[in-house]
């Protein structure tokens, strides 16, 4: 009599491990996408000027985003009913706060640039307190209110206050943080039933052709005279922080849940410290990476879960 052939007992374990493993590859890959995004857009604006720099970025990948669309047999155009809301993505999500972003790296450190954007998630916090109703908890405006004391004690090191184009590279970086902020909370309220290709797709294609043709009218810049490693840059923007780090956080959406997936934003300005401090020759003194911690550390006390019960 034929004996049944059982599964090893040890093929699931081993399966579970193998999809942990690739998980945490992933994550690791989309923070340091991230992380070194601004680095990336701190090389293209040495020869590049801010708006037609992102204006490339935007039209590099738009290719890329629309045959994944295609692909995938995404809706390109949002639902009629939506199409207000197309054009706030466009303008507050990618055009306005990209610009801002660039022309912040123009005056500002790649470091202190990721670290300024990863205010993020607490513009959130505030804008769903004011717009969606959502009750803001004791240790969330305990972790505020750490993260913007550490974040004054940053920019009070780091001199910027005596610098008047550093003074604005901050209010430029900050106000980026604060539009994206506005965006996320606006979609919760407005955008659900959009699909994040469909939401990525035009508002990118649109905003680069935008960007790009008020730079070439405003800025005049003169192409011949951009470097390669500008040009490198905005390929690598183009087509890996901005299709790649999309495509892993998009795989990473379905795998893991979004209060750890937030976690992104407190890790990846670590890779941009360190990393930009390594490209631009500069010492992350003690105090930096002291006030950093303190910093990153109390926005992640914002993301913690509330204790149910």
Not at 8 to 22: E, Y
Not at 41 to 53: C, G, H, M, R, W
Not at 99 to 107: D, I
Request: glycine fraction near 8%; aromatic fraction near 14%; proline fraction near 5%.
């Amino acid at each position: 009599m034929p004996t049944a052939i059982t599964a090893h007992p040890a093929l699931p374990a081993r399966k579970a491990w193998l999809a942990k493993l690739v998980t945490s590859v992933l994550f690791l890959i989309v923070c340091l996408s991230w992380g070194t995004t601004w680095l990336g857009i701190k090389i293209a604006v040495e020869s590049v000027p801010p708006l037609t720099s992102a204006g490339l970025r935007f039209l590099i990948a738009f290719p890329l985003f629309l045959g994944f669309a295609l692909w995938r047999r995404e809706p390109l155009l949002f639902p009629r009913q939506s199409r207000w809301f197309f054009v706030f993505v466009t303008l507050s999500y990618f055009s306005v706060p990209y610009y801002l972003l660039n022309y912040g790296e123009m005056h500002v450190s790649s470091g202190l640039t990721a670290l300024l954007f990863s205010c993020m998630p607490v513009f959130i916090l505030i804008f769903s307190a004011l717009f969606l109703g959502e009750r803001i908890r004791g240790a969330q405006v305990l972790g505020i209110g750490i993260g913007f004391a550490s974040l004054f004690m940053i920019l009070r090191s780091q001199g910027l206050s005596l610098d008047h184009a550093e003074f604005l590279g901050v209010v430029a970086i900050l106000t980026a943080a604060i539009l994206h902020a506005l965006c996320y909370v606006i979609t919760k309220k407005q955008g659900t039933a959009i699909g994040v290709i469909t939401y990525n797709t035009l508002p990118i294609g649109i905003a680069g052709l935008m960007l790009f043709v008020a730079g070439c009218f405003l800025e005049a810049p003169a192409f011949g005279a951009i470097s390669q490693r500008s040009w490198a840059a905005l390929l690598y923007l183009g087509l890996v922080a901005s299709v790649g780090g999309f495509i892993v956080y998009f795989i990473l959406l379905k795998r893991l849940s979004p209060i750890i997936l937030s976690f992104v934003f407190i890790i990846f300005p670590v890779f941009a410290v360190v990393i930009g401090a390594w490209y631009e020759g500069q010492v992350v003194s003690r105090e930096l990476m002291l006030y950093s911690a303190i910093l990153l550390a109390g926005f992640a006390i914002t993301k913690l879960p509330a204790r149910q019960g």
